[in-house]
C-alpha cells in the first residue's frame, strides 16, 4: 500500500509566501516557466508574492512534460515513466524565445521526485535559448536558470541538475519529505474528502 499524504491550497500558498523572499532576493527572476500540470498552481500563487509595488507582474511562461503513467486501476496513484514526453513547448519561431535571452528564468514545479522532468526541461531551455541567441547574435547576454518546486522527495535521484545551478543554490525545495504520494489539491475531484484527509493527517 502506497502511503499519501494530502496537501491542501492553503498549504501550497503558504510554501510560495515563505520562499517568496528569497526567490526574489537571490533568484531576481525575470520570468517563470511552469512545467504542466503541477507547477501552474504554484507558479501563479508565487507571482503574486513577488510583485513589487510599482513594478510588473512577472510573466508566467508553460510547458507541458509528461513522465507519469497510469498503472491500469482506478487508485490515482501514477508510476514513473521511463520518457519524458513534451505536450507543450514554447515556439522557438516567435517572440516567446528571444525574450528568454538575458534573463533570469525561474522553472517551477510541484516534485521534484526522479529529478529526470527537471533535467529535461533545464537542458532543453538552455539548448534552445543558446541556439536562439547564434540565431540573433546575441551570444554575450547570459541567461540564467533557477529551479523552485514544493517538495524534493528524499531519494536517489535518477536525472541531474547542472553542477553549476547546484554550486550556485539555485535549486529550492520548499520542503524535503520522505518517498511518499503527494496528494496535491488540483488533482482532486472531491476537495472536500481531500481537505477531509488533509486534516486528518495533521
Known amino acids: 500500500m502506497v502511503q499519501k499524504h494530502y496537501i491542501t491550497y492553503n498549504q501550497v ?38 510583485k513589487r509595488p510599482g513594478a510588473a507582474n512577472i510573466p508566467i511562461q508553460a510547458i507541458g512534460l509528461s513522465l507519469y503513467e497510469k498503472i491500469g486501476t482506478d487508485d490515482p496513484v501514477e508510476e514513473a515513466g521511463t520518457k519524458v514526453t513534451r505536450t507543450q513547448w514554447l515556439d522557438l519561431s516567435s517572440l516567446e524565445m528571444a525574450n528568454l535571452i538575458g534573463k533570469n528564468i525561474l522553472i517551477v514545479d510541484e516534485v521534484d521526485d526522479t529529478r529526470t522532468t527537471l533535467e529535461y526541461a533545464v537542458k532543453e531551455l538552455e539548448k534552445d535559448v543558446e541556439l536562439m541567441q547564434q540565431k540573433l547574435g546575441r551570444q554575450g547576454e547570459k541567461t540564467q536558470f533557477s529551479v523552485f518546486v514544493l517538495h524534493n522527495k528524499d531519494k536517489p535521484k535518477k536525472g541531474n541538475l547542472p553542477k553549476d545551478m547546484l554550486d550556485e543554490n539555485r535549486y529550492l525545495a520548499a520542503r524535503t519529505v520522505e518517498d511518499i504520494w503527494i496528494c496535491y489539491p488540483w488533482e482532486a475531484i472531491d476537495i472536500d474528502e481531500h481537505d477531509r484527509l488533509a486534516a486528518a493527517q495533521q
Request: hydrophobic share 40%; aromatic share 8%.
Open 13 to 50: 500558498h503558504k510554501l510560495c509566501q515563505e520562499n517568496a523572499d528569497r526567490i526574489l532576493n537571490d533568484f531576481k527572476p525575470n520570468l517563470m516557466i511552469a512545467i504542466g500540470g503541477g507547477g501552474y498552481v504554484p507558479a501563479r500563487v508565487l507571482r503574486s508574492f513577488l
